[in-house]
């Protein structure tokens, strides 16, 4: 038994079928990639796989369990964290504080109506700015954030209940190329020395085929090929369905920020 | 037979003058997106209208229809005149602050009518020619109610048209979907608005006028029209005409039938149905779901700080010089100082839910008021002394808040601050009409403290204690994780839940301790006035609660605290004076135009960093 198992997985929107019968699995540990062209249906999947959309048909079985029918909530805590395309962050709190956020939500203390929740996990939450690399900016307001920097707290929220799988939906939408290549290289080590799996998209091939074991390729809610970095690139429906529909594997400008 | 036949015909008639208001309120709002408290204004000019112009005019048939006309019209121009100069400047702005403006307006205008018309009632003419009656099935039906009953469905047919088969009318709808795809059109918006605003106020001083025959234009109108009306607009779904339509004929009916049924319930019913309705349908009969939600736009509020030494001492000095004012004060200033504690409780207890909850509440005013009646009643019935009737305050509001929040958390933006104003209309309808148990309108009196607490310095520490140890548990509340859960569900949904946090079941529980407080509040005032009255639970008294708060600014936890003192010395200085809506009214205006920000924000922004601790980085409020 995989530690995610995706099968029939389908979601239409009025006539669109943005996800069209997707099956796939993922082990203990690995990075797997979810590319596509704009509108493919990657986020959907997203959605779908951490309970905020319904899904029309369809199984997501993790270490065994339905998820389907669960809420967000309820799948966060089995251990599957989430970042979002368009970063997801409170901007009304401290870089700090969002993490504390996290922790004391996994240690049930949200009705904790005394202390004081700038004391809570402050610890914990330090080291965990520390492993993305935002410690210095630990106090300072998100709301005033660079984009790139929100990536990476949001890395660290979503690693604050020390999850077994996490989902990230284009973790480096947003950033400069170098420091792409420093956050997914930070996720791919992270996932190895915690052994967590990782299913990501991402626009950006060279990330992709640096920094994934395996490669899914959606198009039109259809996967159309699987397998490692080498098979893909060389595949030819694949060439087809990036050049033919207008993108292309090399990134940089074609980079999308917002859905 | 013919009883009911002639029930359900004054029920279609009701319905549409209610229609008539509504469809305004509705037109207004679904472009706007502003809820307008003065559109019930509008309502009771187009009434004081008609009458000038219907004595003004030569009499006979077609005097009094120019009258009815003139004076719509006129109401749609004063409609315009309010666009141009005060709404225009905040459709930006937070829902809060477009309530309270309105309510600005609404203040000014009573005054002026007070001013021009007087505060006697003034009776209308019967409409010439059609002042008797026509018997069907042997009832004597009125001939002006068929009149209306044909005006109603009229009205309704040539708003359609003039929706749906003009170009105003197409781009009025796009505007309604989306405001920037109108601009893009070309088209210039604010004159799009300003006609919308035109056509709104017209039928509102229409509403207004054709109701003269039936009801003596009087300074209550407003008011009394505006809970229906928005009751009318929500069942029906806002924006949504034939909706209003629909759900007018519904609380029309509702009214004439239920009196039949539940004489002592009327008031409650239409609040009721509203209710049930936005709980089945939360975006009411014929409305479309409001997927864009308008928080607060802006910069996003700081982070919370602890207090800074500085602030510490100014906290303690503050107590120490509270402590101290009854060596030097006499019973006046103590009173007024005990009033001034206890709408302090209120304006923080309503700002927990508003600010860091992200709720916007327009019936806070329920859970003051059960306090109150709460506290009441219990002496009054069970003939408790002032403890138990203090702890019975705080337990009937939390109940209270514990059932309206459950409805409540299931709704947002709009829609969830016109079912929290239901639930106080709710509250105020029964402390109002269950006259057997509530006293109705005299009120309950003669609760008064005990024998320890009834000297007035006595009293005031009493308030002093349990209002200062309240508004330090609810700061406590603010910076603990459940203050701070909240507020990450006001500033992402999407997160909290991502991160295994119950949204709902933090802002019922929100719900709760807001009303709890605003109960402690209510349960002080009962004992230090010796009575309570339904008007403690009535519109006024949550928008009160709104304009501290607003005053204070939202976004600070000194706001409500500042807005609060300043709001009940504001009080009571004016309204000591002949015309003192106007004042107030002028000010709540000056300030939502000028300074947004609230005095406290205001404040923030010239005082030293030793007092406010912000550091100044990036964007500052
Ligand atoms: N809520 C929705 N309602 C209607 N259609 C939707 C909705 N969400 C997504 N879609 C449609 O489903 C399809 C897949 O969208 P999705 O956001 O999953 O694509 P994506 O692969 O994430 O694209 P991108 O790379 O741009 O993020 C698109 O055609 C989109 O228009
Ligand atoms: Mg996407």
């Known amino acids: 038994m995989s530690l995610l198992d995706v099968t029939n997985l389908c979601k239409s929107f009025g006539g669109v079928r943005a996800v069209n019968d997707v099956n796939f699995s993922l082990e203990k540990g690995e990075m797997l990639a979810l590319i596509g062209p704009n509108g493919a249906g990657k986020t959907t999947c997203f959605n779908m796989l951490n309970g905020q959309l319904k899904a029309d048909r369809g199984s997501v079985s993790f270490q065994g369990q339905e998820l389907l029918g669960m809420n967000p909530r309820d799948i966060w805590r089995l251990g599957i964290g989430r970042t979002f395309q368009i970063t997801a962050t409170f901007a009304s709190m401290t870089v700090r504080e969002n993490v504390q956020m996290a922790l004391i939500s996994h240690h049930r203390k949200v009705f904790s109506l005394w202390n004081r929740a700038t004391n809570s996990y402050a610890q914990e939450a330090n080291s965990l700015l520390q492993q993305v690399g935002m410690e210095h900016q630990a106090d300072r307001a998100c709301g005033v954030l660079a984009y790139g920097d929100l990536k990476r707290l949001e890395l660290a929220i979503a690693l604050a209940h020390g999850p077994q799988l996490l989902l990230m939906d284009e973790p480096t939408a947003g950033m400069a190329p170098q420091e792409r290549i420093t956050l997914m290289e930070l996720v791919a080590s992270i996932a190895k020395s915690s052994n967590v799996s990782v299913l990501f998209t991402e626009h950006d091939m060279d990330v992709v085929f640096a920094h994934s074991d395996r490669l899914m390729v959606l198009n039109r809610g259809e996967i159309i090929a699987t397998g490692t970095a080498d098979e893909i690139r060389s595949n030819e429906v694949v060439k087809e369905v990036y050049l033919g529909g207008g993108s292309t594997f090399d990134t940089g400008e074609k980079e999308k920020t917002s859905a | ?621």
Not at chain 2, 147 to 171: D, E, H, Q, S, Y
Not at chain 2, 351 to 379: D, N
Not at chain 2, 383 to 404: C, K, R
Not at chain 2, 534 to 559: F, K, N, T, Y
Request: proline share 4%; glycine share 12%; hydrophobic share 55%.
């Open chain 2, 1 to 621: 037979m013919g009883f009911y036949l002639a029930q359900f015909l004054t029920g279609l008639a009701s319905a549409s003058s209610l229609f008539l208001v509504a469809s305004g309120l509705s037109i207004i709002f679904g472009v706007t997106r502003i809820v307008n408290f003065a559109h019930g204004s509008f309502f009771m000019l187009g009434a004081y209208l008609a009458y000038t112009f219907v004595n003004i005019l030569p009499h006979g048939v077609l005097g009094f229809w120019g009258a009815i006309i003139v004076a719509s019209l006129l109401v749609g121009v004063i409609g315009v005149f309010l666009e141009i100069t005060l709404f225009r400047r905040i459709y930006k702005a937070p829902e809060l602050f477009q309530l309270v403006a309105t309510f600005g307006v609404v203040l000014v205008i009573q005054d002026l009518a007070l001013w021009i018309w007087g505060a006697e009632d003034l009776f209308g003419p019967r409409a010439p020619g059609l002042g008797g009656a026509v018997r069907i099935l042997g009832e004597p039906i009125p001939q002006y109610d068929l009149l209306l009953i044909v005006l109603g469905p009229a009205v309704l047919l040539a708003v359609w048209l003039l929706f749906n088969k003009t170009r105003w009318g197409t781009l009025v709808r796009a505007a309604t979907q989306d405001r920037e795809m109108v601009s893009a059109l070309g088209v210039n918006q604010s004159w799009l608005f300003t006609s919308v605003f035109f056509v709104g106020s017209t039928l509102a001083g229409l509403g207004g006028a054709i109701q003269l025959p039936r009801e003596a234009a009087n300074l209550l109108m407003d008011l009394n029209v505006i809970g229906e009306a928005f009751v009318v607009v929500v069942i029906g779904g806002m924006g949504s005409v034939p909706g209003a339509f629909l759900a007018s004929v519904l609380i029309g009916e509702l009214n004439a039938f239920g009196i039949l049924i539940f004489p002592e319930i009327t008031l409650v019913l239409a609040f009721l149905v509203m209710a049930v309705v936005l709980v089945v349908r939360p975006w009411g009969l014929l409305g479309k779901p409001d997927a864009v939600l308008r928080g607060a736009d802006g910069p996003p509020e700081q982070p919370l700080k602890p207090f800074t030494a500085t602030s510490k001492y100014l906290v303690w000095a503050l107590a120490a010089a509270l402590l101290a004012t009854p060596a030097i004060a006499d019973e006046f200033v103590l009173v007024l100082l005990s009033d001034i504690l206890i709408f302090t409780l209120f304006a923080v207890s309503l700002h927990f839910i508003m600010g860091p909850g992200g709720l916007v509440s327009f019936g806070h005013a329920a859970y003051f008021g059960l306090g109150a009646y709460g506290a009441a009643l219990a002496v009054k019935y069970l003939g408790v002394d002032m403890i138990s009737g203090l702890v019975v305050a705080p337990i009937a509001a939390g109940l209270g808040a514990l059932v309206f929040g459950w409805f409540c958390v299931r709704l947002s933006g709009v829609y969830l601050a016109m079912l929290t104003l239901a639930a106080a209309q709710i509250t105020w309808s029964v402390a109002f009409q269950w006259q057997d148990v509530t006293g109705g309108d005299d009120g309950i009196l003669g609760i008064w403290p005990a024998e320890w607490a009834s000297e007035k310095m006595a009293y005031y520490y009493l308030t002093l204690a349990l209002v200062g140890a309240s508004v330090y548990v609810i700061r406590r509340i603010v910076y603990a994780p459940f203050g701070y859960a909240l507020r990450a569900g006001r500033d992402s949904q999407l997160r909290v839940e991502a991160i295994g946090i119950n949204l709902k079941s933090q802002q019922w529980m929100a719900f709760v301790i807001t009303g709890i407080f605003a109960g402690i509040a209510g349960g002080l005032y009962v004992y230090s006035k010796g009575s309570i009255f339904p008007d403690e639970l009535h519109i006024a008294r949550s928008v009160d609660g709104l304009i501290m708060v607003l005053l204070g600014g939202i976004q600070s936890l000194i706001g409500p605290i500042v807005g609060a003192v300043s709001f009940t010395m504001l009080e009571d200085l004016v309204t000591r004076l002949d015309y003192w809506r106007i004042i107030f009214g002028g000010v709540i205006l000056f300030i939502v135009v000028i300074a947004p920000e609230g005095l406290a924000g205001f404040a923030r922004k010239i005082l030293p960093e030793s007092l406010t601790g912000k550091k100044n980085e990036g964007v500052q409020i």
